[in-house]
Antibody, heavy 116, light 112 residues
Framework: QAQLVESGGGLVKPGESLRLSCAAS????????MTWIRQAPGKGLEWVSY????????SYADSVKGRFTISRDNTKNSLYLQMNSLRAEDTAVYYC?????????WGQGTMVTVSS | DIVMTQSPDSLAVSLGERATVNCKSS????????????LAWYQQKPGQPPKLLIY???TRDSGVPDRFSGSGSGTDFTLTISSLQAEDVAVYYC?????????FGQGTKLEI
């Protein structure tokens, strides 16, 4: 069945960078848009970014625009989120999600903590 | 940005009773070209990722019990659980995917 597994989270200092990865399996990854959504501790859900199946259409939330870059490698069935200039308010669980509208398949998430 | 506002923030319902969660969008999420409401509902239990319940405002996702139903159009939407079960204790979120940024409501905590 369809599965998404995130990795790459951790503890970093403000201003540092981190790259999240998401390994997809059980479906034809190259056919589908993919999305990152995050959830700060004890808070609600925030849409971060999506990327089209070919990688040619990309959108970002204003809160991360210019600092985060979404990408994908369809040969490796993998989705990425390069996060630069991290801030304390970027602290959250980051979910890799299949699709770019209603989200049927979610990963378990990877925790990113930005703290000095 | 489209702001999604849910009410109430929390809700306590007895087992077997009906639970209703409301969601209001600051702009219509009804897309005129296909006459679809770009609105979804999710359920999130502690320590788990959200689970899709409803999309296109009223279409149940595969495997979702039929006690869950969605209704509404334009700017006002409702998630109804017809007969609350113990396993329905969770936080529920609405989400619009009509225009980016795709925004979520603040969540409604459902308790027994």
């Amino acid at each position: 069945q369809a599965q998404l597994v995130e990795s790459g989270g951790g503890l970093v200092k403000p201003g540092e960078s981190l790259r999240l990865s998401c390994a997809a399996s059980g479906f034809t990854f190259s056919d589908l848009y993919m999305t990152w959504i995050r959830q700060a501790p004890g808070k609600g859900l925030e849409w971060v970014s999506y990327i089209s199946n070919s990688g040619t259409s990309i959108s970002y939330a204003d809160s991360v625009k210019g600092r985060f870059t979404i990408s994908r490698d369809n040969t490796k069935n993998s989705l990425y989120l390069q996060m630069n200039s991290l801030r304390a308010e970027d602290t959250a669980v980051y979910y890799c999600v299949r699709g770019h509208w209603a989200y049927h398949i979610w990963g378990q998430g990877t925790m990113v903590t930005v703290s000095s | 940005d489209i702001v999604m506002t849910q009410s109430p923030d929390s809700l306590a319902v007895s087992l077997g009773e009906r639970a209703t969660v409301n969601c209001k969008s600051s702009q219509s999420v009804l897309y005129s070209s296909d006459n679809k409401n770009y609105l979804a509902w999710y359920q999130q239990k502690p320590g788990q990722p959200p689970k899709l319940l409803i999309y296109w405002a009223s279409t149940r996702d595969s495997g979702v019990p039929d006690r869950f139903s969605g209704s509404g159009s334009g700017t006002d939407f409702t998630l109804t659980i017809s007969s609350l079960q113990a396993e329905d204790v969770a936080v529920y979120y609405c989400q619009q995917y009509c225009s980016t940024p795709y925004t979520f409501g603040q969540g409604t905590k459902l308790e027994i």
